[in-house]
T-cell receptor, first 109, second 119 residues
Framework: ELKVEQNPLFLSMQEGKNYTIYCNYS?????LYWYRQDPGKSLESLFV?????AVKQEGRLMASLDTKARLSTLHITAAVHDLSATYFC?????????FGAGTRLTVKP | DAGVIQSPRHEVTEMGQEVTLRCKPI?????LFWYRQTMMRGLELLIY????????DSGMPEDRFSAKMPNASFSTLKIQPSEPRDSAVYFC?????????????????FGPGTRLLVL
């Protein structure tokens, strides 16, 4: 059974600081997704990672994938308040899609 | 395009009643997904369709849940009879299938969700 572990679950950081969210998964994956969800809102797709070593960047967010380690990271650079949200990774494999529990990020001035 | 459209946005019903949630995917997308989000269980994939055909419904919690996609522009998720533990936000999402040759990554676009409360 595909399992996805995301950590930390809660992250409070100051503006301007860097931090990384981790997403580990248990079995071979076809694709890995990162999503953002604002409170009471829907999910917004951030990145789709398809292959080992894939790295994608958008603004202050950068995602990477290591399929051998079954690990993806979402790195936040010089955080700003607008990045406050819950971030989910999701792993697709064998006709299944499993989400991590989410990381609730709060960026404080 | 207006994005994925879901209706109703909110639904309050009593235990035992039938509930029907509706979804209109983005035009041209050939995959449609139904998800459920609760505090206790997080986000769960319930079922997904490819070209209107259900591919995997292993996430459907039990026989009280059923989903259909009669055509490329419409899908329903039905709960009959509903129970309080079905209270959740139900999301519909759609995407193109992944195609490396066409550089299509399969990004899913989510609808606004239906917030269901079963009393």
């Amino acid at each position: 059974e595909l399992k996805v572990e995301q950590n930390p679950l809660f992250l409070s950081m100051q503006e301007g600081k860097n931090y990384t969210i981790y997403c580990n998964y248990s079995t071979t994956s076809d694709r890995l997704y990162w999503y953002r969800q604002d409170p009471g809102k829907s999910l917004e797709s951030l990145f789709v990672l398809l292959s080992n070593g894939a790295v994608k960047q958008e603004g202050r967010l950068m995602a990477s994938l290591d399929t051998k380690a079954r690990l993806s990271t979402l790195h936040i650079t010089a955080a700003v308040h607008d990045l406050s949200a819950t971030y989910f990774c999701a792993v697709e494999g064998n006709n299944d899609m499993r989400f991590g529990a989410g990381t609730r990020l709060t960026v404080k001035p | 395009d207006a994005g994925v459209i879901q209706s109703p946005r909110h639904e309050v019903t009593e235990m035992g009643q039938e509930v029907t949630l509706r979804c209109k995917p983005i035009s041209g997308h050939d995959y449609l997904f139904w998800y459920r989000q609760t505090m206790m269980r997080g986000l769960e994939l319930l079922i997904y369709f490819n070209n209107n055909v259900p591919i995997d419904d292993s996430g459907m919690p039990e026989d009280r849940f059923s989903a259909k996609m009669p055509n490329a522009s419409f899908s329903t998720l039905k709960i009959q009879p509903s129970e309080p533990r079905d209270s959740a936000v139900y999301f519909c999402a759609s995407s193109w299938g992944w195609d490396s040759a066409l550089m299509i990554e399969g990004t899913q676009y989510f609808g606004p969700g239906t917030r269901l409360l079963v009393l």
